[in-house]
């Protein structure tokens, strides 16, 4: 990104020089605001309508309303999409709670809120790099106990992270009470005996849109699958190991905590569904032609 770079805020389009909010934004301030990230290839953007729920799912939880129609945000997107459609774009959102005349932690009666989008490019790993696989930790989750909602508060998420940068892993996989939930920036999938498993839905982890994506796909494989909690244990006696999202869609763990997994490759089943994942991706890219 440049300075150039067009950017949306509060209704606007201008120059990311220019995007300019008050230092007592609560987002600012107490980190009062939530975010959402969506990939858009070509210039079409990919699982909108269910981030958009994601998104006012946790303007809900914040006790926010939505700021804006579905229609409306799929106009400002596209907007700030359309002269990248060269390229592969991740769009970043962001809406918190606004700027008060005095900080305050009880909530405004009746809130501004700030609204900002931008676009960046992404690369997304080829099948070559991803089929490397990552190495990764496990770690306490320090986070709080609302995790499903996508909010702005990235601490704990990103200290997490750093232990794992520290120890030149790329990620760290979070345990609570003995259970793996997901990663500091990513969701948890293990394969055990041919069964893909995957820590259900709750307040621990964020309801991932790839998660949900590759679930749907790896049933149209063929392929068993589960939505059960991970104890520690079955994560390290796991044949496969995956970590997804959006921007980084299946990557294989293949070294966890120094050991390696399944001889530190991907697995089979890994293989079946990124190799389904691309396919996806691709016939969406056809279909918005
Ligand atoms: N993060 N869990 C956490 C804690 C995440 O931060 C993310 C993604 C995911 C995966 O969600 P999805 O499949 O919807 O991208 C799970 C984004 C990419 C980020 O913070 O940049």
Not at 27 to 51: K, N, T
Not at 112 to 117: E, H, L, Q, S, W
Not at 207 to 229: K, M, N, Q, S, Y
Request: net charge negative; hydrophobic share 40%; proline share 4%.
């Amino acid at each position: 990104m440049t300075s150039e770079s067009t950017v949306f805020l509060n209704g606007e389009f201008l120059p990311l020089a220019d995007a300019k909010i008050s230092v007592l934004d609560r987002g600012f301030l107490f980190a009062d605001g939530i975010y959402e990230v969506i990939p858009a290839y070509q210039g079409q953007l990919f699982r909108l309508q269910q981030h958009l729920d994601r998104l006012n799912n946790s303007l809900s939880a914040i006790r926010m309303s939505p700021v804006m129609s579905d229609q409306q945000w799929i106009d400002v997107l596209t907007k700030l999409v359309e002269p990248h459609a060269q390229t592969d774009q991740s769009v970043y959102v962001q809406v918190t709670r606004g700027a008060s005349s005095h900080r305050d932690h009880s909530l405004p009666d009746d809130p501004t809120p700030t609204i900002f989008a931008m676009c960046q490019t992404i690369v997304v790993d080829n099948l070559n790099t991803l089929a490397k696989g990552i190495s990764a930790i496990t770690l306490d989750d320090i986070r709080w106990d609302w995790c499903h909602i996508k909010s702005i508060a990235l601490l704990g998420n990103i200290l997490l992270k750093q232990q794992a940068s520290d120890q030149q892993c790329t990620e760290a996989i979070l345990l609570r009470d003995g259970f793996a939930t997901e990663g500091s920036a990513s969701n948890l999938f293990i394969v055990k005996n041919g069964q893909l498993i995957t820590p259900p839905k709750s307040h621990y982890l964020l309801p991932g849109i790839t998660r949900d994506l590759i679930l749907e796909l790896a049933i149209e494989e063929g392929i068993d699958c589960v939505e059960r909690e991970i104890s520690e244990q079955q994560l390290y006696d796991a044949d496969e190991i995956w970590l997804t999202s959006s921007t980084k869609e299946i990557m294989p763990v293949t070294e966890l905590n120094e050991q390696a997994i399944n001889n530190a490759q991907p697995g089979e089943i890994w293989h079946k569904v990124s190799s389904r994942y691309r396919q996806f991706k691709q016939q969406f890219r056809q279909n918005n032609d």
